[in-house]
């Protein structure tokens, strides 16, 4: 598929032959266009990647298999080496403009960092447990992606930090308290993106702490977190949808804020759902349903148009509530049947004045690019 710097640089070349704009015009685009153009990981990028971390992985599981047999000065030398190897070895190709494969033996050297915490802990039986090597691998790599200002490492920082907060949240380690430590590492991972560029960590940052949130919820009342939860997925909502450009301007994650409110949003209402479904009185349950339902038509009008990804979601919440209120609320097929007949209904009146107020939205400008 030809992206989007491709294709306004054919337009701009067209623009130009056509007499549309003047060569130092094209210029001037074709420079802003070059300026601002999103880097994106190649299929050859994505590969080596891959590579290196199968590469990592063999180094270290040689160096686990053959640790007895290796004397000890030179298992800490190997360890030391192949991270020193991976890390200058990388700088030197990237500044030689072999950014894949420089990045590769980041991401290598980074695994061989959490690898040597294990094995070299083991050997001198340094105490500790696994949630506290995690901390220190996470710690090292987001170090490292500062350093160097890499997007990779600043990806691998957050997928480490996601992995610790699972097994810390699911009770892998045995934990004594909830891990509130995530959201301070959430905060420091959102700054370091913005120095390292890393558009993606952002990304799944925010998607992180709505997880998050939701085990904050299993530990504390439900309607505490999830209520505030959906006050605030509502305002991100709006102000990324009506002041879209100062909003992605401090935030910067290529206007897909709304999407991520709207999961919020859903993620947040779910919470309630769940909480209330098993409740003899049902009233609660149908005011949620209720304002999820209105929220996907608000969603879909509001920044529907613009982002079909937004769309994607809208449909798919509006599936899960149709699920969850088929299951919670209706008893028998004749209900089932009223209930999606109405639904159809209201759905179909609901298009055909969306439908207008967009050709209404349309009539000026199409008016003013006749006149």
Do not use: C
Not at 99 to 121: C, D, N, P, R, T
Not at 181 to 187: E, G, K, N, P, S
Not at 256 to 281: C, D, S, W, Y
């Amino acid at each position: 598929m030809v992206s989007y710097s491709s294709r306004v640089r054919a337009d701009i070349a067209r623009w130009l032959q056509a007499g549309l704009i003047d060569a130092s015009t094209a210029d001037a685009l074709t420079r802003d266009v070059e300026a601002n153009q999103r880097r994106s990981l190649s299929f050859g990028s994505i590969l080596a990647m891959m590579a290196a971390l199968l590469f990592g992985a063999a180094v270290l599981i040689f160096v686990a298999a053959n640790w007895e047999l290796i004397p000890r000065l030179a298992r800490v030398a190997a360890l030391f080496a192949i991270i020193l190897a991976g890390y200058v070895g990388g700088a030197v190709l990237k500044t030689r403009d072999h950014a894949a494969i420089g990045e590769a033996l980041w991401i290598v050297a980074a695994a061989a960092f959490g690898g040597s915490i294990a094995l070299i802990g083991q050997m001198y039986h340094l105490s500790g447990d696994e949630a506290s090597a995690l901390i220190t691998w996470g710690a090292g790599t987001t170090l490292a992606a500062v350093a160097l200002r890499s997007n990779p490492l600043t990806l691998a920082s957050v997928g480490i930090a996601d992995a610790w907060l699972f097994l810390r949240g699911f009770d892998y380690f045995g934990r004594a308290e909830f891990p509130h430590l995530f959201f301070v590492m959430a905060i420091v991972l959102f700054a370091v993106s913005f120095w390292t560029r890393s558009q993606a960590a952002r990304h799944l940052i925010i998607l992180s702490v709505i997880f998050y949130l939701v085990l904050l919820a299993t530990e504390y009342e439900t309607l505490q977190v999830a209520i505030p939860l959906i006050v605030a997925s509502a305002l991100l909502f709006a102000a990324a949808t009506f002041a879209a450009g100062p909003v992605d301007r401090i935030v910067q994650v290529g206007g897909r804020l709304p999407l991520h409110a709207l999961i919020g949003f859903f993620t947040g209402v779910a919470m309630i759902q769940f909480e209330l479904a098993g409740k003899r009185n049902n009233s609660g349950f149908a005011i949620a349903s209720a304002v999820a339902l209105a929220g996907i038509v608000a969603a879909v009008v509001l920044g529907g148009r613009e982002s079909r990804g937004l769309r994607w979601v809208a449909y798919a919440g509006f599936a899960f509530e149709l699920a969850i209120i088929y299951v919670v609320m209706l008893q028998s097929m004749l209900a089932t049947a009223g209930f999606f007949l109405a639904a159809a209904v209201l759905l179909g009146i609901l298009a055909l004045v969306i439908i207008r107020v967009e050709k209404r939205m349309r009539a000026p400008s199409v008016e003013g690019a006749a006149a």
